[in-house]
């Protein structure tokens, strides 16, 4: 049980933080070049999935749900898994859990490296480290070394998120 509530708890916060910067945004690094496995992906496709990518991590900064919920498949098979044995199934149940408690959290702030992106046709996978730190509820958390990995599909023209993994290193 313990285990659960860490496992919420980051996924919250993640998902979570405010960035008193709007213009701060979180970019995969200009220096990651995605690595286009096939011969019907083109330039653009990387770019809008890495634009996919980018704009839910800025869920954090502007907690704009409608945005969100424009970035996750409504494939019933949609998963998100967090630390631990948190497991999300479908787009409602993830939104609704990524959007609770978020107002707890204030002054985030983000670093990202090691950044990756493979397409390959209509999938597209990428993994990325990353440090976060933040105040809940008037407390500082630093959390360093999480690892992101998840699967896109292009539906429709639109890159879409149909797997996301955030996990924590072992302490």
Not at 85 to 96: C, D, M, P, R, V
Not at 148 to 167: A, C, D, P, Y
Request: proline letters at 4%.
């Amino acid at each position: 049980m313990k285990k659960y509530f860490l496992s919420l708890f980051v996924l919250i916060i993640f998902f979570g933080c405010t960035n008193p910067n709007p213009q701060n945004k979180i970019n995969f690094n200009p220096n990651t070049t995605p690595n286009n496995n096939s011969n019907n992906t083109n330039a653009g496709d990387a770019k809008d999935a890495i634009a996919t990518v980018e704009a839910f991590l800025n869920f954090n900064v502007n907690k704009k749900t409608e945005i969100l919920s424009s970035l996750i498949s409504d494939d019933p098979e949609t998963v998100m898994f967090g630390a631990g044995a948190t497991l999300w199934k479908g787009k409602e149940t993830i939104i609704k859990n990524l959007t609770k408690g978020i107002e707890d959290v204030d002054d985030c702030n983000f670093s990202f490296r090691d950044q990756s992106m493979q397409i390959a046709g209509n999938i597209a996978w990428f993994s990325e480290r990353g440090d976060w730190s933040y105040d809940y509820k008037g407390q500082r958390v630093d959390l360093k070394g999480l690892r992101i990995s998840g699967v896109l599909r292009n539906e429709n023209g639109k890159w879409v998120i149909v797997q996301w993994h955030t996990s924590i290193p072992a302490r």
